[in-house]
């Protein structure tokens, strides 16, 4: 769910091979078995995959199997009836949930904001459009701050995220730019609950859910459901962590618990079906009329979703009518770098190698080699990063690490050559700013919190420490 989860209007291109080649031979059982065994079992050796992979030709399973534990401190097996996180796969049913609506007369995608929702500035209220929530074009901010995830419960519902949202200032005028934004997903929660005065769950639940009979996706209370799969990530160091600590509210935005086989239900009726949306209603929406070429390309729709500890991936061969599906309960880009094998696979083409996480590859270069090393082959290192994702994460994270190990020489070096890579991301100045005010270099500490606030004039914690190193 959080930023690092995959756009689907953005990797669509990416996905893309206009001379893919349905392969009859490939798709025979038993062959794609072999292949797709040998693949998962590499990415199970080096320990950063643990699922489901779920493989289907017009909604009949080829290949459908568990890998490792969803539970390691039970030892109890991840099986095909495991529900896992599916992150920003929610934000399809979001989707369905507005179009309906639209179907229905209830509102268009042209209306603005403030139509629904009060308490925005006049500039959010009257520029920005129920399209450009759904397409990242709003410039909304990222509602995830430093503070996140000390927060109650209680105060990560979709109603008290509207409020914390209505704070944050926009990144750029309404529809001029991009930027994934689970912000405007969780304003797109509160409009469907405002238009039709029934939670957004109970939405989900009475439009998608039960005309689906999705029996094994569960929408509200993630520590409620039954047989679901603990999700597990790796420090820079290699140390095994749980997400116990990153809980997360289920929302418009990112949060349901399912099993693959659910999605594949899901996702066929997104694509192909008309039960619960009129054709006529997809042709008229921007997703739907983009991928249509696609019907003939042999090129993969991708639909993904990511957490701390969780990663799932859909790739839909809409010419084939191929289903790929990868649910992870490890930390992303797994399942997408799994499941691109497996289209590889099912291309007849032969599989990318996996690797270990972009971090931990970075660290370990840095351990052994130093970091002019690491500057001189950062992009070499960081192959397998998602590619979604500010590539400034990678070395704050090792940063920050040192930081709290308080080896202070260490993290100011690696913020430094993150500030030298990525010159123009405000947040990695104003790490470096910490660094040195943590060191006790307050006149160095001011000059990067500066930097950082020359680049983004809003940026809350470098404007409180300039006020803080001026007085």
Do not use: C
Not at 337 to 349: E, H, S
Not at 355 to 366: C, F, G, I, K, M
């Amino acid at each position: 769910m959080k930023r690092i989860a995959i756009a689907i209007l953005l990797l669509v291109g990416s996905m893309t091979n206009a001379t893919a080649q349905k392969d009859e031979t490939l798709l025979k059982k038993g062959e794609l078995t072999t292949k797709i065994d040998k693949l998962t079992k590499q990415y199970s050796k080096l320990d950063i995959f643990s699922g489901v992979v779920l493989v289907a030709e017009n909604g009949n399973p080829l290949y459908h199997k568990a890998f490792g534990l969803a539970n390691r401190s039970t030892k109890e097996t991840n099986t095909i009836k495991t529900k896992f996180d599916i992150g920003s796969m929610n934000k399809t049913f979001t989707h369905m949930v507005l179009l309906q609506l639209w179907e229905q007369g209830l509102l268009k995608f042209e209306d603005k904001l403030g139509m629904y929702l009060e308490g925005f500035s006049k500039e959010a209220a009257e520029k920005i459009t129920i399209n450009q929530l759904v397409n990242h074009t709003s410039g909304i901010g990222d509602y995830v701050g430093a503070d996140y995830f000390d927060l109650k419960y209680e105060d990560k519902t979709i109603e008290a995220l509207v409020e914390r949202i209505k704070k944050l200032p926009l990144l750029f005028e309404p529809g001029t730019e991009d930027d994934y934004s689970n912000s405007g997903f969780i304003l797109l929660g509160a409009i469907i609950e405002k238009v039709t005065g029934k939670s957004y769950h109970q939405n989900v639940i009475e439009r998608i859910i039960e005309p689906l009979k999705l029996k094994e996706t569960y929408v509200i209370n993630g520590n409620e459901v039954p047989n679901y799969a603990i999700g597990y990530y790796k420090d820079m160091k290699g140390k095994l962590l749980d997400n116990g600590n990153f809980e997360e509210v289920p929302s418009s935005a990112g949060g349901f618990y399912a099993t693959a086989s659910d999605m594949l239900t899901f996702y066929r009726e997104f694509h192909y079906g008309t039960k619960i949306l009129k054709h006529e209603t997809k042709m008229q929406d921007e997703f739907f009329s983009m991928i249509q070429e696609h019907n003939q390309t042999g090129g993969a729709i991708p639909h993904a979703g990511g957490w701390n500890g969780a990663n799932t991936v859909h790739y839909e061969i809409l010419r084939d009518k191929i289903s790929i599906l990868v649910f992870a309960n490890m930390d992303e880009p797994v399942a997408e770098q799994l499941g691109a094998g497996i289209l590889a696979i099912v291309r007849g083409k032969d599989p990318k190698s996996p690797s270990l996480p972009a971090v931990q590859n970075v660290y370990q270069a840095y351990t052994k080699h130093g970091i002019a090393y690491v500057k001189d082959h950062f992009y070499e290192l960081i192959s397998n990063f998602h590619p979604t994702d500010p590539k400034g994460l990678i070395l704050n994270q090792i940063g920050y690490s040192h930081l709290r190990e308080k080896q202070m020489e260490k993290a100011i070096a690696i913020f430094q050559l993150n500030t030298a890579l990525f010159p123009e991301d405000a947040n990695l100045w104003d790490s470096l700013g910490e660094a040195y005010f943590k060191k006790g270099n307050r006149e160095k500490a001011l000059e990067y919190y500066s930097k950082a606030l020359k680049l983004d004039p809003e940026m809350p914690s470098a404007k409180e420490m300039v006020r803080k190193l001026k007085n």
